[in-house]
């Protein structure tokens, strides 16, 4: 028994050029060279007729040599292959795998470092690539595709692994970043998420709370990510579903400090990781931070100040001292239509709840007054004096970097919110099915290694990641059986 496997490449415009056997009124065999072009048959070359079996190999044989030198289009099957004939009468068609797609992002992840994970875990990578899906359906379609075999208790017993095998990857990626990357720790980007649960029970790691999926009913983690400038993730942790993510930011710049014996470095984050105690620790550990700032928590003497001194004019930017840092403001007509209109929508609701006593609720821009509720005039005219304006907090000197470029560093922070994109839509990271917690985080990191992959194809191909699977996936091996030499 032999099995021909036949490598498929689809592209535009596609023919095929192949030897025709038709009989002639004499009865006689001819044998052509055609094409077929937009399903039109074209005889490219009439080799000649025969009148027996020798004649009909000879000219077959001419045919062959035709095509080898004249269209350059080379034979599925070598030379010196003993059944030079396919016999489709003979022939049992398998079905279509992927392999193609397997070897290029084997190498792919080879080339990262990853080829030291258990071959079980390497491959549900490159499925949660190819076609995210559960692990036990992942491991259906790695035998359909791809002709990969896993018994499914293997991925448990591994699992109690998780803590080393996550160093191990963090390490690795980490080195890849600076050898392929020039990573220097110059800049990170930080931010989390959270990752919702197929459940409604909790327990240590699975809570309820804030959830970004709108999914505050069902149990979550949160999901803490570190990627370069590039958007190239480089590290993540876990906490508890119902940690405040403000919490989460000393403790995963710390731990990574202490990982990789960093110096220094800086750190972009929103608004959220922003608080006296976390600019006092990052200060006392030596790392430059660049956050959002939340304009509406100032004292109205900061407020007016800002306001004086920004004027405001469209591309204004001013710089002042407070207990955070250096609070960098900078003003933008466009913004300024955008929060002048948000801010009338909140005004007009206002009025709204105030007319309506039935419809009564505390909403922006209204007060309790005894047992009704008024407009708040003065949050009104403080919220006034800050449209258009954007704030930012930063320790680093202006004689380091200019304020401009701080403002620029904070725009890229889209570089994680675009990872997380990646990996919740195209990696398909949520919702998770797992309830112990050593298969969930074994689950978080071959989610993390393919978002690492992805990311790698997408910065190498300037592609999504969705465009290069289209392309890959064109390429696909016919698995035909060729019955006739197990029966000779």
């Not at 048959?41 to 025969?50: A, D, E, P, W, Y």
């Not at 009468?89 to 070897?103: A, E, I, R």
């Not at 998780?162 to 990626?173: A, G, S």
């Not at 030596?286 to 109205?300: F, P, S």
Request: proline share 3%; net charge positive; glycine share 4%.
């Amino acid at each position: 028994m032999v099995v021909l496997k036949i490598s498929t490449f689809t592209a535009l415009n596609t023919f095929f050029v192949k030897i025709r056997i038709v009989k002639t009124a004499s009865s006689a065999l001819a044998v052509q060279v055609i094409e077929y072009k937009n399903n039109k048959r074209i005889i490219l070359k009439h080799i000649g007729s025969s009148h027996n079996e020798a004649e009909l190999e000879e000219l077959k044989s001419i045919a062959e040599e035709w095509i080898k030198n004249s269209s350059q289009q080379l034979s599925i099957f070598p030379d010196d292959n003993p059944n030079k004939i396919l016999h489709l009468n003979y022939c049992k068609f398998l079905g279509v795998k992927y392999l193609f797609y397997y070897d290029t992002l084997s190498k792919i992840q080879s080339k990262i470092g990853f080829n030291f994970l258990p071959k079980i875990i390497f491959d549900l990578v490159i499925m949660r690539v190819f076609e995210p899906a559960s692990k036990l359906r992942s491991l259906e379609l790695l035998d359909n595709f791809f002709g990969i075999r896993h018994n499914r208790k293997a991925y448990y017993k591994i699992a109690p692994q998780c803590i080393e095998l996550k160093n191990r990857v963090e390490k690795q990626v980490l080195n890849f970043s600076e050898n392929f990357y020039s990573f220097n720790y110059d800049i990170l980007f930080y931010d989390v998420t959270t990752l919702y649960f197929e459940t409604f029970e909790e327990d240590e790691l699975r809570k309820n709370g804030f959830s970004k999926d709108n999914k505050s009913q069902q149990p979550q983690i949160l999901v803490a990510l570190m990627v370069t400038k590039e958007g190239f993730p480089i590290s993540y942790e876990i906490f508890p579903g119902n940690t405040f993510e403000g919490k989460t930011f000393i403790p995963v710049i710390k731990k990574f400090i202490e990982k990789n014996a960093v110096k220094e470095f800086t750190v972009v984050a929103d608004a959220a990781m922003i608080s006296s105690e976390n600019i006092k620790q990052l200060n006392k550990e030596g790392v430059n931070y660049i956050v959002g700032a939340r304009l509406g928590n100032l004292t109205d003497q900061l407020t007016n100040q800002i306001f004086n001194a920004i004027k405001p004019e469209d591309g204004n930017i001013v710089r002042f001292k407070t207990d955070k840092g250096y609070l960098i403001c900078s003003f933008s007509k466009i913004r300024y239509r955008k929060d002048l209109y948000e801010m009338n929508k909140q005004i007009e609701k206002a009025h709204n709840i105030i007319k309506q006593p039935s419809k009564r609720k505390k909403v922006k821009f209204t007060q309790a007054s005894g047992e009704h509720l008024e407009l708040n005039q003065s949050l009104i005219d403080k919220n006034t004096k800050l449209l258009g304006i954007k704030g930012y907090y930063t320790n680093l000197e202006d004689e380091k970097i200019s304020n401009q470029n701080i403002i620029d560093r904070y725009h890229e922070l889209y570089r994680i919110e675009q990872a997380f994109r990646i990996s919740k839509s195209d990696l398909q990271t949520r919702p998770i099915f797992h309830y112990k917690e050593e298969p969930i985080k074994l689950h978080l990191l071959i989610c993390f290694m393919a978002l690492v992959t992805t990311k790698h194809i997408e910065l190498e191909t300037k592609l999504s990641i969705r465009k290069v699977n289209d392309e890959f996936k064109k390429v696909t091996d016919a698995i035909i059986l060729n019955e006739k030499i197990r029966y000779n």
